[in-house]
């Protein structure tokens, strides 16, 4: 504010004082706060280019700065009173400075308008949060990795369909993750570099009337490059699209392995259980221990697509320039920021603290007839018999024991004899053995020892190099 009560720092051509519902539906203060600290920042810096370009004197300039750190200081401390009549963060640090530093504050806005402030302001922001997130996935993948070598030795179901398909190692399932997630540190540091523009002195929309010096603003503020086109950089969020997408595939990730925490810790399945300290009871029932916070994170998953989905409804069918419609895309934005972050937080806590139960997949192996495809090459290996044809006939005992209520291991002999000369002695057992079956796997990626102890070295490969 111009200092005098009530009067805007935009209100030079108003005669009538703002509207209530107008200053109601056009706040943003009460989120975009959290840019305070990006947007001081880049004060700083445009202040030091006014300076360089001789708006303001070496004093003037030191004084601004000062000012602007006492300003920080002070909303850090919670000191500064956000008011709904001086909308965003950008009105409250200038009202600010102009109170304690007087005039000189007031030359802070020349040659900048708050399209291209904001606009610097998100970039700042999605790179700080960048930052913090990578290191989140890194803590991850560390965990991933680690549980994986754990249970090498340990063998589960893998599904097609949630039907029992194969054994593989639990390693195998784990570092599954391992790689997807990994897909989304290499998408996030996508984003930071279409994120990674100078878009400060573009002004309004058609540049300023000042020569400011864009390189040395970049340099500054450590972007590598200066956008080419000033409308372009005050209209496009391009950056906080890759942003939210590169948020959506991550929980995406995260909400299918809640959900197999979910599934793989009910009564029917005792794959695995969580602690007591990462689960919740009811109130009603006492027996109840829930995996809520697996159920979360597949709930926040849905938030963070709509999010993604909100900023490209609300862009689709904005003209250029700058429209204040483009003020909600921090709504989104900032809500990914806090979802992805518990999200990831939450989901490597599961992944620590989970205990498998070896027993129990075991059985679900054996009752799902999980090496009934190895019977079969055993079969195509032993007699030479097509695959087709093998197929058939472990189909046939597979059809027997369902009848009789057995499993490959507990079929009668005589059973299996009928069908085929060869399904007797230990070779048989061999052919169904349930470790064994994730050894006979050759191919590079596959589940066998070898190949999850080759998959876990270059794991660690890539965590060294992080
Ligand atoms: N608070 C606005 C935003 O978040 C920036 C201000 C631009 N306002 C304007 N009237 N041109 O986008």
Request: avoid cysteine.
């Given at each position: 504010m111009s200092v005098e009560t009530g009067k805007k720092l935009w209100g030079g051509r108003f005669e009538k004082p703002t509207a209530p519902i107008m200053e109601r539906i056009g706040e943003s203060i009460s989120f975009d706060k959290r840019l305070y600290s990006q947007d001081i920042r880049g004060s700083v810096v445009h202040a030091k280019n006014l300076h360089k370009i001789g708006v303001i004197t070496r004093e003037e300039l030191d004084s601004v700065i000062k000012g602007l750190q006492q300003v920080k200081e002070e909303i850090e401390k919670n000191q500064l009173p956000f008011r709904?009549?001086?909308?965003?963060i950008h009105m409250h640090v200038e009202s600010r400075l102009i109170e304690l530093?007087?005039?000189?504050?007031?030359?802070?806005?020349?040659?900048?308008s708050r399209n291209d402030q904001i606009a610097l302001d998100v970039r700042l922001y999605i790179r700080d949060e960048i930052s913090i997130i990578l290191q989140l996935i890194i803590n991850l993948l560390e965990t991933f990795y680690n549980r994986a070598k754990e249970n090498i030795d340990t063998v589960m179901p893998g599904y097609t369909h949630l039907q029992v398909a194969q054994p593989v190692r639990v390693s195998h399932y784990l570092m599954s993750y391992f790689w997807a997630f990994l897909r989304d540190k290499k998408q996030f540091e996508f984003t930071l570099g279409v994120n990674d523009e100078l878009v400060l002195g573009s002004g309004a929309l058609a540049g300023v009337n000042y020569p400011t010096d864009r390189e040395l603003i970049a340099k500054e503020l450590d972007f590598s490059s200066i956008s080419e086109n000033s409308i372009d950089s005050v209209s496009q969020r391009d950056h906080v699209l890759n942003f939210l997408f590169a948020c959506s595939q991550l929980m995406l990730h995260a909400s299918r392995i809640c959900e197999e925490i979910i599934i793989f810790s009910s009564q029917e399945f005792r794959f695995i259980s969580l602690p007591d300290s990462l689960s919740t009871g009811s109130s009603i029932m006492p027996q109840k221990k829930n995996p809520d916070i697996a159920e979360l994170i597949r709930g926040k998953t849905g938030r963070v697509i709509a999010n993604l989905n909100n900023l490209m409804i609300l862009l689709k069918?904005?003209?250029?320039?700058?429209?204040?419609?483009?003020?909600?895309d921090k709504i989104s934005l900032f809500d990914s920021v806090d979802q992805v972050k518990i999200a990831l937080e939450g989901l490597t806590a599961m992944v620590q603290e989970m205990k498998f139960h070896p027993e129990n997949m075991q059985s679900s192996l054996e009752i799902g007839f999980a090496t009934a495809t190895d019977l079969a090459d055993y079969l195509v290996n032993i007699i030479k018999i097509p695959f087709r044809e093998a197929h058939e006939l472990v189909g046939k005992l597979v059809s027997v024991c369902n009848s009789k209520n057995k499993t490959l291991y507990s079929i009668d002999v005589e059973d299996r004899k009928k069908i085929s000369?060869?399904?007797?002695g230990d070779k048989y057992f061999e052919a169904i053995s349930l470790l064994k079956s994730t050894d006979?796997?050759?191919?590079?990626?596959?589940?066998s020892k070898e190949r999850q102890l080759e998959q876990l070295e270059k794991a660690k490969m890539i965590l060294d190099l992080i």
């Open positions: 709904q009549e001086l909308e965003d530093i007087g005039e000189t504050g007031k030359k802070l806005h020349t040659g900048r069918g904005i003209p250029l320039a700058y429209n204040r419609d483009l003020q909600e000369e060869f399904f007797v006979k796997k050759l191919t590079y990626g596959s589940t």
